[in-house]
T-cell receptor
Framework: GQQLNQSPQSMFIQEGEDVSMNCTSSSIFNTWLWYKQEPGEGPVLLIALYKAGELTSNGRLTAQFGITRKDSFLNISASIPSDVGIYFC???????????FGAGTILRVKS | EPEVTQTPSHQVTQMGQEVILRCVPISNHLYFYWYRQILGQKVEFLVSFYNNEISEKSEIFDDQFSVERPDGSNFTLKIRSTKLEDSAMYFCASMLGMISNQPQHFGDGTRLSIL
């Protein structure tokens, strides 16, 4: 099946630090989405990317759609305690409308 | 802001019993989905539903699973004879669908525990 390789698996950082995580695949994606999941809740959409090379920001979050259409990254600047959670990349392959998810990055922030 | 709602939040069922998980998608959305997340693992696609029929399903979605949109608001997932390995979080999602590849919006999930 199609694989999304997400890294790092987990991060434990100091409040105020910047965070970077990424997803790569051997397959081409039409759309990249970044979601955040907190305990007891479903994934919540953070950023959507629709075109190769697109760079989009949402507050302290910035994400990019790789120009090869096979990767994406998410950066969080100046992390705060409420950034804690699991961050998932997800995408639509070139054909089809189901989401393929990465394994997630667990983010912990120490204040 | 409109949201996807799921009930119950937690379902405990004996192995072999039938279970129905319920979802109310966002009202003007046209595409509906079920995903599952086994504890500590990634979110996996189960099935997509559009225009009152299944549009795609994964290999996980075998004959024990079925979906239904019994009225204009509910979207259900039925597992006919549950197995221990069906224990997972089940997420419903919906998508507006007027153009392709839009974001899907997820409910908070139902935690299914099979004993």
């Amino acid at each position: 099946g199609q694989q999304l390789n997400q890294s790092p698996q987990s991060m434990f950082i100091q409040e105020g630090e910047d965070v970077s995580m990424n997803c790569t695949s051997s397959s081409i994606f039409n759309t990249w989405l970044w979601y955040k999941q907190e305990p007891g809740e479903g994934p919540v959409l953070l950023i959507a990317l629709y075109k190769a090379g697109e760079l989009t920001s949402n507050g302290r979050l910035t994400a990019q759609f790789g120009i090869t259409r096979k990767d994406s990254f998410l950066n969080i600047s100046a992390s705060i305690p409420s950034d804690v959670g699991i961050y998932f990349c997800a995408g639509y392959l070139e054909y089809g409308n189901k989401l393929v998810f990465g394994a997630g990055t667990i983010l912990r922030v120490k204040s | 802001e409109p949201e996807v709602t799921q009930t119950p939040s937690h379902q405990v069922t004996q192995m072999g019993q039938e279970v129905i998980l319920r979802c109310v998608p966002i009202s003007n959305h046209l595409y509906f989905y079920w995903y599952r997340q086994i504890l500590g693992q990634k979110v996996e696609f189960l099935v997509s539903f559009y225009n009152n029929e299944i549009s795609e399903k994964s290999e996980i979605f075998d004959d024990q699973f079925s979906v239904e949109r019994p009225d204009g608001s509910n979207f259900t997932l039925k597992i006919r004879s549950t197995k221990l390995e069906d224990s997972a979080m089940y997420f419903c999602a919906s998508m507006l669908g007027m153009i392709s590849n839009q974001p899907q919006h997820f409910g908070d999930g139902t935690r299914l525990s099979i004993l």
